[in-house]
């Protein structure tokens, strides 16, 4: 993501470092398939991606970004002015200065895309200038570019720029046609090429009878000179050829001088005799045949070679981002789910800890309701660092362990969060270490992968990191799994990073006291279960002793495997 001066999503630029999460967190906390959701358009999604991804444990970034969606969410009417302006500015963002590198040549038809960069810069200024004004603005972001949009709009130069790019454009629609004359060989290739003139008026095809006496007797049109007229007919190209498909196609559609010749660069031309430069040679001719519009263009725009352009298109993508957001988050809320404004706690309280109430998880969100959705509580603190989160199958470990890492990548992006409550310091780094695909582990084996994927995200791991762990270290037998993950919990707790492991392994529970937490000096580790009542899951996360065996034996008995019920059964 671009950081410039102007920023409403990167503030303090000179001071903060932003470390991109894995891919494969990305996919595991199923941010992929939200952002989906959330982008109005396929283009948007690696937008918002972008910004996302983008990690900083830097509590003023959080709360600067938290403040601007604030805004953005009270104010309906600023996000609707903006969604009328970003459908006008599409090709600015998409095609125009945002797009374009050092160095690139500035031709008649760079002119007039920079033209209409301009032009659109414009409308930017002045949308957001007035979506903007008088408005009960509460955040630094858009406080600071309501003032600063103010200051362009009432500067003199900008009074200038926006008369002389309107006559500009005036100017350029006007030309609706070009008269182009081709050279031929004696085998009737197509040697060379020029323009006759621009044209004010689109040409119109001859009537019928004439196009039909041209084609059936074209010697007696054959004209000794090659000079114009006044008095030349249109015959529309044949369709079934190259380089005369591409001009015909051209001038009978009348093409406003946008990019025309990007038609005729497509002929497909004979490369004998040197013809092959017939498309370079187009280029050559429209230049210098336009070169009056060329020459006036450039003066008119180098006289604005300071205006920040680009820092203005640099700003389009983020007002994106935060009106995508608050347009789902809002529709949402109608539908009665719960967010809440994250609130992030200044550098001189950090702990490294978190304190969330009531939420849930995105993706309940689809196939669910509010009312039937089981909210959950938990905390970090000095004593809390890593939970061991044991319980039965389906009973909701997963779910709590993605929500847990949604929390903090939306609040630190600056959106409200799936909760009640969220108080919590930010993190460096989101690192997940969930199950691996089968294709990803015939080399070293599940085993063997496991390792190597929990060294690499131990690694990148400090104080700062949030670590989800499920089911690590499941894929070998019980002894070895456990001897390999109590180990890797006693390092995570000499980190201190903020943990959820969640495991089958209820003996690595069970031996917090007597294995784990001896000597820990930066936290402990705590037994986090998944409740069930009646041997019904609750969906609740409590702080709890596994039930280990006393909840294997309610499953058996349930579904008649003790082994008094396996011996009083009789065969069928």
């Given at each position: 993501m671009k950081q410039n001066k102007l920023s409403i999503l990167f503030p303090y630029q000179d001071e903060v470092t932003y470390r991109e999460i894995p891919e494969e967190s990305w996919h595991d906390l199923g941010l992929d398939a939200l952002t989906e959701k959330v982008a109005s358009q396929p283009q948007e999604v690696p937008l918002l991606r972008r910004v996302m991804m983008s990690l900083t444990a830097d509590p003023r970034v959080a709360a600067f970004r938290s403040d601007v969606f604030e805004d953005m969410l009270r104010h309906p009417e600023i996000r609707e002015r903006l969604a009328k302006l970003l459908d006008k500015i599409k090709m600015f963002y998409d095609y125009g200065v945002?797009?374009?590198?050092?160095?690139?040549?500035?031709?008649?038809?760079?002119?007039?895309?920079?033209?209409?960069?301009?032009h659109d810069y414009i409308l930017t200024v002045e949308a957001i200038r007035e979506c903007l004004s008088e408005k009960d603005?509460?955040?630094?972001?858009?406080?600071?570019?309501?003032?600063?949009?103010?200051?362009?709009?009432?500067?003199?130069?900008?009074?200038?720029?926006?008369?002389?790019?309107?006559?500009?454009?005036?100017?350029?629609?006007?030309?609706?046609?070009?008269?182009?004359?081709?050279?031929?060989?004696?085998?009737?290739?197509?040697?060379?090429?020029?323009?006759v003139s621009v044209n004010g008026k689109p040409f119109t095809k001859s009537g019928m009878l004439k196009n039909f006496l041209a084609s059936v007797n074209p010697r007696d049109d054959v004209r000794k000179e090659a000079d114009w007229s006044g008095d030349y007919a249109f015959y529309p190209a044949n369709t079934e050829t190259g380089?005369?498909?591409?001009?015909?196609?051209?001038?009978?559609?009348s093409v406003i001088l946008r990019n025309p010749l990007a038609a005729m660069s497509l002929a497909r031309i004979p490369e004998a005799d040197g013809s092959a430069n017939v498309p370079r040679q187009m280029d050559s001719a429209a230049t210098m045949l336009t070169s009056r519009i060329a020459r006036k263009l450039r003066e008119t725009l180098a006289q604005y070679l300071n205006v920040s352009v680009r820092e203005?298109?640099?700003?389009?993508?983020?007002?994106?981002?935060?009106?995508?957001?608050?347009?789902?988050?809002?529709?949402?809320?109608?539908?009665?789910?719960?967010?809440?404004?994250?609130?992030?706690?200044?550098?001189k309280d950090r702990t490294a800890g978190m304190a969330a109430e009531g939420f849930y998880n995105l993706k309940l969100i689809d196939g669910g309701s509010p009312e039937t959705t089981v909210p959950n509580d938990l905390t970090f603190d000095?004593?809390?660092?890593?939970?061991?989160?044991?319980?039965?199958?389906?009973?909701?470990?997963?779910?709590?362990?993605?929500?847990?890492?949604?929390?903090?990548?939306?609040?630190?992006?600056?959106?409200?969060?799936?909760?009640?409550?969220?108080?919590?310091?930010?993190?460096?780094?989101?690192?997940?270490?969930?199950?691996?695909?089968?294709?990803?582990?015939?080399?070293?084996?599940?085993?063997?992968?496991?390792c190597r994927r929990f060294r690499e995200l131990f690694v990148q791991s400090?104080?700062?990191?949030?670590?989800?762990?499920?089911?690590?270290?499941?894929?070998?037998?019980?002894?070895?799994?456990?001897?390999?993950?109590?180990?890797?919990?006693?390092?995570?707790?000499?980190?201190?990073?903020?943990?959820?492991?969640?495991?089958?392994?209820?003996?690595?529970?069970q031996d917090l006291d007597t294995v784990i937490n001896t000597g820990a000096t930066n936290g402990k580790a705590v037994s986090l279960v998944a409740e069930t009542k009646g041997k019904e899951h609750s969906f609740r996360m409590i702080i709890a002793p596994p039930e280990g065996q006393s909840f294997a034996r309610d499953i058996a008995e349930k579904y008649g495997v003790t082994y008094e019920s396996l011996t009083a059964a009789q065969p069928e």
């Open positions: 945002v797009n374009r590198h050092e160095g690139d040549e500035t031709g008649i038809w760079d002119l007039m895309h920079r033209l209409e960069e301009y603005l509460r955040s630094e972001g858009l406080t600071n570019l309501r003032d600063t949009v103010d200051r362009i709009y009432r500067d003199q130069g900008f009074a200038a720029l926006r008369k002389d790019v309107e006559e500009m454009r005036v100017s350029a629609s006007e030309i609706r046609s070009l008269t182009v004359g081709i050279n031929l060989n004696d085998r009737f290739e197509a040697v060379s090429m020029g323009l380089l005369l498909e591409s001009v015909g196609q051209l001038v009978e559609s203005m298109a640099d700003l389009i993508p983020e007002l994106v981002f935060y009106t995508r957001w608050a347009e789902y988050l809002e529709k949402k809320q109608q539908a009665g789910w719960k967010f809440c404004k994250p609130e992030v706690r200044p550098e000095e004593e809390k660092r890593v939970y061991i989160l044991t319980g039965a199958n389906r009973g909701g470990k997963t779910t709590v362990t993605q929500a847990v890492g949604q929390l903090f990548i939306l609040a630190q992006s600056g959106i409200r969060v799936a909760a009640a409550s969220f108080r919590y310091d930010p993190v460096d780094r989101v690192l997940t270490h969930f199950p691996a695909d089968e294709d990803k582990t015939l080399d070293l084996g599940r085993l063997g992968e496991e400090t104080a700062d990191s949030l670590l989800l762990l499920n089911e690590t270290f499941s894929t070998t037998s019980f002894e070895e799994g456990y001897f390999i993950a109590a180990d890797a919990v006693r390092a995570i707790l000499g980190r201190g990073s903020r943990t959820i492991y969640n495991t089958h392994m209820h003996k690595l529970a």
